[in-house]
Structure formats: C-alpha cells, structure tokens
C-alpha cells in the first residue's frame, strides 16, 4: 500500500521514536532473560544500599533491587497505557464514525457528551473512583479499566472531525454508485484512509493514559503490591528518598518514564507527519 | 418510451445556523422533469455557482433527499423502493463527477473502482471475465491498460483520471448518466476528447445523459436540449442551437454575452450601454421572478407574481412576462426528454 | 518603435527535485511594451505560473533562476538585493492573485489593507489623505467608497477580486502581472470584473501580462498572446494573428480545439501529454504529438522566425504552411 513508503526513511522523530520504544523492549525482554525478577521483591537485597557492583542501581528502603524493578516494572505500565489507551481509541473510533458518519440526532448526543465530560478534570474524577474502589487495593488492570473510563473524548473528538471532512469526498459518493452500503463504506473507504491517523491516535493515548496511570500511583491510589514505575516513585517519597539522600531509588523511575514519553511522543508526532501529508518536510 | 426517473416538483432547501438563527437557502425550486431511457438524448443542465443545478443532479442521483416533491423511479418512489429495486437504480442512474482526484479513494489502487462496482453488481463470472471487461472499458476511451491499470490515483495526471471515471460509466452501462462538470477541472486539450468519449457512449449504447455545467461553448457542442438554471428555478429550457443562438430570457440573454468568445474580432460589448436593472436592490424571496433585481426590463408585475412557464415554441418554454402572448404552462408542468 | 517596459532574455527556471531537475522555464525571450495587454497562455505544466513567478522574484527553493536576464525600464530585477527588489514589488510591479480570498487578509478591514500597502512603501499620510486615497482607488475598480469598512468576507467573490485590483494599481506600478483572476468566478462576474480592469489599464497606462488558459478570455482582452509549452514559448503575436493565422503546429491545434458555439462539429483534442520536463528535451518539444513533425524535429531546437505580421514562433515548418 503506498501510504507504507513514507515510513521510516524520511521520517526522522519516527525513526527516532521506534528507535527508543525498541530500545524500551530490548531492556524489558533482555532484563527478563539475564535477572532474576524475583530480586525485584521486598528484602532481596540489603535495604537502602548505593548503586555498587553487587547491585547495580542499589537497593530500596524495603530491600528491592531497583535494577530488577525497573526491568519488572517497565511491562507493567506499558501494559496499562495499552489496555487503556487501546480502549479509549477503540471506544473512540466506534463513537467518532457513528457520530460523523451518520450525524443527526446520535451525532448531537455523542459530541455533546464527549464535550461535556472533556471538560471534567480527568485527575480528579480518577482520584475518587480510584480511592473509592481501592479500599481493598488495585490491580495493574483495574487501574486500566479506571483510566479507560477518561481517554475516550479525545479520540472521539478527533476522528469525529475526520470522518466529517473525509464523508463529503466524492469516493463516498462513487462507493455509493457502485453500491456499496453506509456499514461497508465506512469499514472498506474511509477506516483504511484513517488507519495512519488511528494509529497516531493509539499512541498518544497510551502517553496519555500512562501519564494518569502515574498520576494516581504517584498519590499512592495505584496496585499496591506490583512494581509499577509510578508506585516505585510513590514509596519512595512515602519513604523520604529525597531527603535520605537515596537518590537510585527515584532517579531510575524517573529516567525510564522519560524516556517512554520521549519514545511515545517522537512516535506519535512522526505518525502525525505520516497520515497528513501536509506535515511532511519534504 | 419509458420513463425511467420522474423529479416531480422538487424542492431542496438548506437550513443552516443554530438555534434561532435558521438561515434557509432555497437551492432547488419546484422543479420537475423527466428522464426516459430509449429516446436517448444529451441534455444541458446550464447555470452559475447557486443556480442549483449541482444539487438538482444530486437528488436525482438518489445522493440527496428532496424537502419537497417526489422522485420516481420507472414509476416507483425511490424511497419506497425494495432492497433489489434499489440496486437497480443504483446501477442505472450513474454519475460522473468534477473533480478527477477527489472521486478516488488515495488508499487503493484505480482497480478499485472498476472491482468494487464488478463485485456488487455481478457483472463478472470470473476474474478472467472481470479483467477482460476493465481492460475493454479503458481502451475504450483511448486509453491503455498496461499504464494505468494498478496504478495508484496519484501517479495519473487529471486527464487520465477522468477519463478512467468514463471508462468505469461504460463498463457499467447504465440507462442515465449525470455528469457534473466532467471537464472543468481538465486541460482544454484534453476536453473535447472526453466529451467526444461520452457522446460515442451516448450513441453507441443510447443512455441519456444529463450534462450539469456552466461552460455554455461545450454544453453547445455536446447537448442535444438544455435547461437554463438560475437561482434554483429552470427559466429557459428547449434546443440547445435555439437557446443559445436566440436566447429568450434575460438571464439566458446575459449569460450567453457574457461568454469570452474566442474571436478578437467579437468583442464584449461595452457593459455601460447597458442600462440599469430598476428593481436594482431588491430582496428575492419566493413568488417572484429571482431575476428581477438584475433584470434591466423588469415590470412591477415581476416582484409580485410567480410566473408560469410560457410556451413559445414546440420545444421551447421560457419562464417571463415578455413571452406571456404564448401559452403558459405551469410550472410543474412535466420537461420531457 | 513603442517603449519597452519589461525585457526578458534567456529565462529559465529549475526546480531541484529528487527526480532531478525540472526545467519549469527553459529559456524565455520576451517584450512587454508599455501600455500593452500580454496575454501568457498555456496548460498545466507550461510554465506559465513559474515565468509570472520568476518576474516578481518570488521564486522560492527548490526553484531557482538558472540563467537570463529580467530588465524592467534600467532596472536589472535580477540582480536587485531583497530589500530592493521588496520595494519594488507593489510600486514597480505588482500582482493580481489567482484567488483573491487567499490573498486578502480576513481580519482586517478591505480600506485597511489597502492603506497598509501605501505606507509599507512610504506613501503615507494623515488620516483624511489616506481615507480619500483609498475612496479613489475603489471608485476606480467601480466599488463604493464605504467598502472601505467592511471585511473581506463580507463581499462577494468579484468584489473582493476588485479590492486585489485596487491594491495591484494603488502605487502606480509600470507592470501588472494578474494569475488567472477569475478562474474563480462565475462567467457573468468574470465580464464585470475584467470590465473593469480593461478601463483601469487603460486609465492608467500600465503594461499588463495575463496568465491564464481561458483562450475566450485571451481574445477579449489582450493586445498580443504568448503561448507557452514545456516551458518556453513558441509563438507570440498579436492576438489576431493567432486566432487567424497561428503560425506554430500547438497554437493551431489550440485554437482549432476550442468549441464554438458557431456549428456543431467532432470535437477534436490534442493526443498525447505534454513531455516530462526532467529530461532534456532533443530538438523541438512537441515532436512527439505535432502531426507535421520532420526528422529534424527530433534533434535540432527550432529556430526564431517571424512573420510580416510580427508573429514570432520557433517552428521547423517555413512561415505560411499552416494556413
């Protein structure tokens, strides 16, 4: 498909972005293969010890090794952004073709929703579902479900609007001379002529949800008992890093959720360039 | 001579704005007229940008839903036709549009247009029979298959591209086509053979064709009949040579002045001879002439009454006051071709 | 002998693409005579745009000048610096866009943009000058004065091609190269407003090239056609001449394609597309779709000739055969 031509070659920040999300899977799958998780785990370690040669990033105030809970906690928050930015895009794709393709009186209903809710602070409506539903402690996928619940709006504002403009192509109309039906155009004409903007879409969300994802951690709202990088970041101010002087047990989290942001965003921004062909540079 | 489409007093208005604020936009204006397969003829639908006539070639397409007014077809209301009855229509009543890039979907390949129609219309047996059908129906507007055929939209020029939009009409074979000014966005070079394309495609397989556009010089060298728009009401409709060479109308008088005719030894007249239209200023609204604030020999009569069509000649009605010796025919009174 | 306005010599225009590089203009020799109307016709890909382009200087990477020269009266616009060349765009020379709604500011008020084009180049004044400055200007393009105050979407699409009219003329400019004015406008609209250009040219003694491909239009309004193909031009005469008597196989075919609204006939095209503007062209451009094409025609560039009655064209075919 000649869309497909455009990939990496001209684009430098994709180039760049999938060069970091490899990276991101190399240390996760590398990790897993040469240490122990197990070391990630609460006293497996002397507690709150220097990066050394016997741990290589030190040790936390409960005895984790950081190294291993990096490599530990890094699947886990990818895989809550995925689940929930792969929720939010496919709940937005859904309502944003119903909405714009068929208009009306379901096109009023679901924008003014998506409307109305995108003006609610995400952070704060997270915070209380979250703390009212984890009296008895979260799970990594119940987190998820809660940050799905927020990345649906924009998803649904955006392809919304695309599949506004996209409808009123005369391909729609000739797709409709050769017989086609409303369900079959929008799956056969117009999704493969967003399939380069869904993706972009997909990306962003998963920054997005990741970032809430890290937002309630960081509160202490998150899976108390998984290694997430937000959670890790949590016990560590719980636990008075900053003013101890332990700074390996806050700086790793920190560089490595850097660098899925950077990863994440030269991505999305290089799919950008890719599926409007107005942002390329050539 | 069967009737295949019946536009029986349509009427399109748009509404825009919010709430309170409705703005209505009268597009189309009880306009009727029928389409019979068989008798076979080319006519002009004439007009500038507002006149309707891209919105009156919509509906007939079944694209756009009339406000008012009924569309039949082969006797039958289009919104009540059954599922197969449907496609049939469909597949009979075909279009070509203006604009050579926009009518492709950049994802696929120009095949597709060709394979997506094939396929829902059972027009093939096999993909042996398909291919064949494709291949003739480019040839047959001169182009070949070898250098268009699995080639991506973006990597034809314009000329090709509409061409290959023709080339899809004649593998269909529909009964009626409605062409939106196929050639506007084309090369001059490149017009007369795609017009000359659709004319063999109107004698050889004898469809009519419903010729939508604003270049008067072509809509001469093509149509058989024509249909002058203004402002969403047909104010002049008969021969093509006739209308255009003794236009009856005022509107139908300026247009046709007002074409840059490629003769420097015919120049435009000088616009300051004419005189000013007395009505200048007027709101047009319904139940009046839409011309009459342009109209330089306008009567009272104009602003007030909504005018029938008069006859003044077998095949020749004009929609104004200075033919009222001739006999009125109302407006909803049937165009036949 | 008429005075001279705008000399061109052995233009040409490169663009540097991936592909390699593209000859938009390959070598263009013109005149524009004071007070003239030229018209510079020719299809997509002609060359025509870019030429218009190159003139103002407002060619931009990857196109570039190659080689030539431009001479407006002594001025040498080619090798003016950018900071001459910006007072001169607008005051010397200036342009009529194709589509107005893309050059007219939709935040501003009409009379405010027009002021702001006179004292950009320091013709200011006080308030009341300025005011009755723009009042003139739009009377002459046929406006009335209190458009001045409104914004550019609240005027229709041949007033607001009339608002970039009184702008173009607004500084006393030597030439006015206008793009394809009314392409966008309705054919009724298009006589109103080329109308009104025709008395403000003639008002104000300005040389005027029109690019366009509406060969009707051409004839109305011109004094001389240039016709363009593959970047250079191969016939230039006056306007009579070409429709009567075109002297180049492409002026001929395009002229003779034109429908007429006189008899109904085949219509005929030009077969073929035009060459692709990469490669270098052998010989004569439209070898490969003339129909009176010769050997020589694929090897040797055809030469300047001139008629008696001063059509040029660069044609292998001795003057008179296509009559």
């Not at chain 2, 023709?166 to 269909?172: D, E, G, P, S």
Request: contains cysteine; aromatic residues 8%; glycine residues 8%.
């Amino acid at each position: 498909m000649n869309v497909f031509r455009y990939l990496p070659t001209d684009n430098l920040r994709l180039s760049i972005g999938l060069l970091l999300i490899l990276g991101l899977v190399a240390f996760w799958v590398l990790g897993g293969i040469f240490i122990d998780l197990d070391d990630a785990n609460p006293i497996s370690g002397a507690p709150s010890q220097a990066p050394s040669m016997k741990y290589w990033l030190g040790t936390d105030a409960q005895g984790r090794q950081m190294l291993p809970l990096m490599v530990a906690g890094v699947p886990i928050t990818l895989r809550i952004g995925l689940i929930a930015g792969g929720l939010g895009v496919i709940a937005g794709t859904t309502l944003g073709f119903t909405a714009g393709y068929f208009r009306g009186w379901i096109d009023t209903v679901i924008r003014s929703a998506s409307d109305v809710v995108l003006t609610i602070p995400a952070l704060a409506v997270l915070v209380v579902v979250a703390s009212t539903l984890s009296s008895g402690g979260l799970s990594a996928n119940s987190m998820a479900l809660i940050v799905a619940l927020l990345s649906w709006m924009w998803p649904t504002r955006t392809i919304r609007a695309q599949v506004l403009s996209m409808r009123e192509r005369s391909f729609v109309d000739m797709a409709r001379l050769s017989g086609m039906g409303n369900y079959e155009i929008i799956v056969r004409e117009l999704l493969p002529n967003l399939f380069p903007y869904l993706v972009a879409s997909f990306v962003a969300a998963v920054a997005a949800a990741i970032l809430a994802a890290i937002g309630l951690e960081a509160l202490g709202l998150g899976p108390q008992n998984d290694p997430t990088l937000g959670m890790t970041i949590y016990w560590s101010m719980f636990y008075g890093a900053v003013l101890s002087g332990w700074w390996w047990w806050y700086a790793p989290p920190i560089v490595v959720l850097v660098w899925i942001f950077v990863a994440l965003y030269m991505t999305s921004s290089g799919l950008d360039s890719w599926a409007n062909p107005k942002l390329r540079r050539t | 001579m069967s009737l295949l489409l019946e536009a029986q007093n349509i009427s399109k208005v748009f509404s825009s704005g919010g709430f309170g604020q409705q703005q209505k936009t009268v597009a189309v204006d009880r306009v009727t007229l029928n389409l019979s397969s068989d008798t076979g003829s080319i006519i002009a639908l004439a007009g500038e940008s507002g006149s309707g006539k891209t919105t009156l070639g919509r509906i007939l397409l079944g694209l756009e839903t009339p406000t008012e007014g009924k569309l039949l077809y082969k006797g039958k209301d289009l919104t009540k036709l059954g599922n197969q009855e449907r496609k049939t229509f469909r597949r009979e009543v075909q279009a070509i549009f203006q604009d050579p890039f926009s009518v492709y979907n950049p994802f696929y390949k120009i095949d597709h247009i060709f394979n997506v129609a094939i396929g829902k219309y059972n027009l093939a047996s096999s993909k042996e029979e398909a291919r064949h059908m494709v291949e003739e129906a480019i040839r047959a507007v001169g182009l070949r298959p070898e250098e268009t055929l699995g080639r991506y939209p973006h990597q034809l020029s314009g000329g090709q591209r509409q061409r290959i939009i023709v080339a899809r009409v004649f593998l269909l074979k529909p009964k009626v086509i409605i062409a939106d000014e196929p050639v506007s966005m084309v090369d001059a070079s490149l017009r007369a053979t795609i017009l000359e394309a659709l004319r063999e495609l109107h004698k050889t397989d004898n469809m009519s064709i419903l010729y939508i556009t604003h270049d008067l010089n072509t809509a001469y060298q093509v149509a058989d009949n024509i249909m002058i728009m203004y402002r969403g009401n047909i104010v002049e409709a008969g021969d093509v040579e006739k209308v255009i060479n003794h236009p009856e109308h005022p509107y139908t008088k300026l247009l046709v002045n007002s074409i840059p005719t490629p003769d420097p030894t015919k120049k435009w007249t000088n616009l300051s001879t004419l005189s000013t239209p007395p009505f200048r200023g007027t709101a047009i609204g319904q139940g009046m002439c839409k011309f009459v604030d342009r109209c330089s020999v306008a009567v009272e009569q104009c602003k007030t009454s909504d005018l029938p069509f008069y006859l003044t000649s077998d095949t020749r009605r004009t929609r104004c006051l200075l033919y009222e010796e001739s006999s009125p025919v109302p407006v909803d009174a049937v165009l036949d071709y | 002998m008429a005075e001279i306005a705008l000399k061109v010599r052995d233009l040409a225009v490169h663009f540097d693409t991936r592909v390699g590089t593209v000859r938009a203009v390959d070598g263009v020799d013109f005149d524009l005579f004071v007070g003239e109307k030229l018209g510079l016709v020719g299809e997509s890909g002609s060359g025509k745009t870019t030429l218009a382009l190159a003139i103002m200087r407002m060619i931009k990477s990857p196109g570039r000048v190659d080689k030539g020269s431009i001479l407006l009266g002594d001025l040498d616009l080619l090798s003016m610096t950018n900071t001459e060349m910006r007072e001169l765009r607008s005051s010397e020379i200036s342009m009529v866009p194709q589509g107005a709604m893309n050059a007219l500011n939709p935040v501003r008020k009409v009379g405010a943009q027009i002021i702001d084009g006179l004292m950009d180049h320091g013709r200011g004044g006080d308030k009341e000058s300025m005011k009755s400055a723009v009042q003139d200007l739009l009377e002459q393009v046929d406006l009335d004065g209190e458009i001045s105050d409104r914004y550019p979407h609240q005027l229709s699409g041949g007033m607001q091609q009339r608002v970039t009219i009184a702008m173009a003329i607004s500084l006393g400019p030597k030439v006015i190269i206008a793009d394809e004015p009314t392409s966008a406008l309705d054919v009724v609209v298009q006589r109103n407003v080329m109308d009104t250009f025709e008395r403000v040219q003639a008002a104000t003694g300005t040389s005027v090239i029109l690019v366009g491909h509406d060969m009707g239009l051409m004839a109305q309004f011109n004094d001389r056609i240039a016709v363009m193909y593959a970047g250079r031009i191969v016939e230039i005469a006056p306007v009579e001449e070409i429709f009567a008597r075109p002297q180049h196989p492409y002026s001929k075919l395009l002229v003779s394609s034109l429908p007429h609204t006189r008899n109904k006939e085949v219509m005929k095209g030009i077969p073929g597309l035009p060459p692709s503007l990469v490669e270098t062209i052998n010989g004569c451009p439209f070898n490969p779709r003339c129909p009176y094409v010769m050997d020589k025609c694929l090897t040797q560039k055809p030469p300047q000739k001139e008629t008696e009655n001063n059509t040029k064209f660069a044609c292998h075919l001795p003057i008179g055969s296509l009559s």
